[in-house]
């Protein structure tokens, strides 16, 4: 089945440092790829996603690359700040060669503390 | 635009009891789906739907029931709670299947005595 590896944390960084938070990913067949991040006490949201091979996402500063020879999206930030602290969920989808979807299978999450 | 939303935010059941866990979206999304999020196992899928009337298991569903009666609802069911379902649960929505963005609900906060 569809599995998700990322770095576990917490992960600590001072304001202003570069972030790489890595994730790698086994899947069946060519399956689209999502980072959400998640704020205290607040449901997901959406951060960026790639859905083919050498796609990049982008939003807010942020960076990933969908790498289909080493199955990694690794996530980039050069410099982070303290609002980025939150935690961070790379996950895939897979749709079905007949059409149709589940849902997503997420890793278990990279808490991100910037310190000022 | 509400987006998605749940009810109730926070439930606390004794073991045995049932409730009903009501998400709601008003995007006139297909797909919607339910999740918990467990201390360092991320979140995994319960149910999902891909449509009104249709209903689908996921990683986890055992203990769980769902309905999709109306296109904008999305019911999660507990029968008999047990000490193991206390989780935070966070339903989704999205327009399309594999490739398209979820979006997420606050979540619910459910403790089982």
Known sequence: ??????????????????????CTYTATGYPSLFW????????????????????????????????????????????????DSAVYFCALSEEYSGGGADGLTFGKGTHLIIQP | NAGVTQTPKFRVLKTGQSMTLLCAQDMNHEYMYWYRQD???????IHYSVGEGTTAKGEVPDGY????????????????????????????????????????GPGTRLTVL
């Open chain 1, 36 to 83: 959400y991040v998640q704020y205290p006490g607040e449901g997901l949201q959406l951060l960026l996603k790639a859905t083919k091979a050498d796609d990049k996402g982008s939003n807010k500063g942020f960076e990933a690359t969908y790498r289909k020879e080493t199955t990694s999206f690794h996530l980039e930030k050069g410099s982070v700040q303290v609002s």
């Open chain 2, 39 to 45: 201390p360092g196992m991320g979140l995994r899928l």
């Open chain 1, 1 to 22: 089945g569809n599995s998700v590896t990322q770095m576990e944390g917490p992960v600590t960084l001072s304001e202003e440092a570069f972030l790489t938070i890595n």
């Open chain 2, 65 to 104: 029931n769902v309905s999709r009666l109306k296109k904008q609802n999305f019911l999660l069911g507990l029968e008999s709670a047990a000490p193991s379902q206390t989780s935070v649960y966070f339903c989704a929505s999205s327009y399309f299947g594999a490739t398209d963005t979820q979006y997420f």
